[in-house]
């Protein structure tokens, strides 16, 4: 057996030895490492064309108004279970907010549901058409892939509207950091779909530390789900 083919088979016994609930955890390494031949010392590549991030967070309340929105599947379904369809529930999502002028600072998506905080344009009634086009595109897509049809995709969404800046302030902690939450990976940035790793390459350090220092034991959120 060659040197090459003995780590891969080590790599192999490491993966088949894992618990089932940090799987996710060594998928999201792996789709992190650079490909072909480049040093893994290297920072990640850019990411995927259709991701249209956002400016540098504000950090502050919106005058036109700041909501943090919830997203679910119907029946909490797998939908989006996969890198390809994350990839493009969140670029869409990123995509639609910013044709639609909505400022997002936090964000996570997931297989069957998302959080995001955003400020509104002018008009916060808006809202209903940006949720509108994020599901009817996202769940037509998905039926596309599945040959379903017709088939409901979308169940339901929850809007708070944020007026205190403690209140905002540890919704954005919470969102950045609710990857961690629902135990698929172990710190904020390693999940590739949510904001705080676009948080950290774009806010200041002091700006990342106080927003992960705020509590959010007690915030009352839509979050009773169980992605993969």
Request: proline residues 7%; contains cysteine.
């Amino acid at each position: 057996m060659s040197t090459l083919d003995g780590v891969r088979l080590r790599l192999l016994r490491h993966l088949l030895d894992l618990p089932e609930a940090r799987l996710a955890e060594a998928e999201a390494f792996f789709a992190r490492l650079p490909a072909g031949d480049a040093p893994l010392g290297l920072p990640p590549g850019p990411p995927p064309a259709e991701r249209d991030w956002p400016h540098a967070p504000q950090h502050r309340l919106s005058e036109q108004g700041t909501y943090l929105v919830t997203g679910s599947t119907y029946e909490k379904a797998h939908y989006f279970r996969g890198p390809e369809r994350l990839d493009h529930l969140e670029g869409k999502l990123l995509s639609v907010a910013k044709a639609l002028g909505w400022q997002l600072e936090a964000w996570a998506v997931f297989s069957n549901h998302y959080h995001f905080v955003g400020h509104s344009p002018a008009d916060p009634q808006s809202l209903v058409a940006f949720l509108k086009e994020l599901h009817g595109s996202t769940g037509h897509h998905v039926n596309q892939l599945d040959g379903a049809a017709g088939r409901k995709v979308w169940f339901n969404y929850w809007e708070t509207r944020l007026t205190f800046e403690k209140s905002y302030l540890a919704r954005l902690s919470y969102v950045h950091r609710n990857p961690v939450k629902h135990g698929l990976v172990s710190s904020p940035a390693q999940y590739r779909w949510c904001s705080a790793a676009w948080l950290e390459r774009t806010a200041t350090p002091a700006q990342v530390a106080t927003l992960y220092r705020f509590k959010t034991d007690k915030i009352s959120i839509q979050d009773d789900f169980d992605p993969v």
